[in-house]
């Protein structure tokens, strides 16, 4: 089964990728794997604080996740899986690609400010030649009845 591989973070343009991840699985008959990616930097302080927070940013990603789960499962009758890495997000979303043959696209939201599609975007493209996968990047501001029709 091909897997479409979204990323979880705080920006409002994964909203959009989480939907296209999701429509496109339900259309092809695949899946997706929703990864989020939890810093280093969040974790330098002394070790008993250090894994409090750490464990405090895993309860904070399933919550998320689950509103994203129950979203799927119940409107496009997929059942997405959750991945949670721990460091520099580009490094470890291409560590996952390579860990998972099943995944076949790489899902992204483009931001809208003026700062561009977002870092995570801007750092991927500049290695897509060596990727593995394709990327879909779907635009930060692409309304829900647009996505539904290119889907």
């Known amino acids: 089964m091909r897997k479409f591989l979204v990323v979880l973070d705080d920006s409002r343009e994964c909203l959009n990728a989480m939907r296209f991840a999701a429509m496109r699985a339900a259309k092809t008959g695949g899946g997706v794997t929703v990864l989020s990616v939890i810093p280093p ?9 250090g894994e409090v927070m750490r464990e405090e940013a895993r309860e904070r990603i399933h919550a998320h996740f689950e509103v994203f789960a129950k979203w799927m499962r119940d409107k496009q009758g997929v059942e997405p899986e959750l991945a949670i890495r721990e460091g520099e997000p580009v490094p470890e979303i291409i560590a996952h690609i390579k860990s998972d043959p099943e995944i076949g696209v790489l899902v992204l939201g483009a931001g809208t400010d ?21 990327i879909t990047i779907v635009p930060g ?4 009845e647009k996505l539904e029709e290119i889907t």
């Open 41 to 49: 930097d969040e974790f330098n302080h002394w070790i008993g604080v």
């Open 141 to 144: 501001d692409l309304s829900k």
């Open 114 to 134: 003026k700062k561009g599609p977002g870092p995570i975007i801007t750092q991927l493209t500049r290695t897509s030649g060596s990727l593995p996968i394709p």
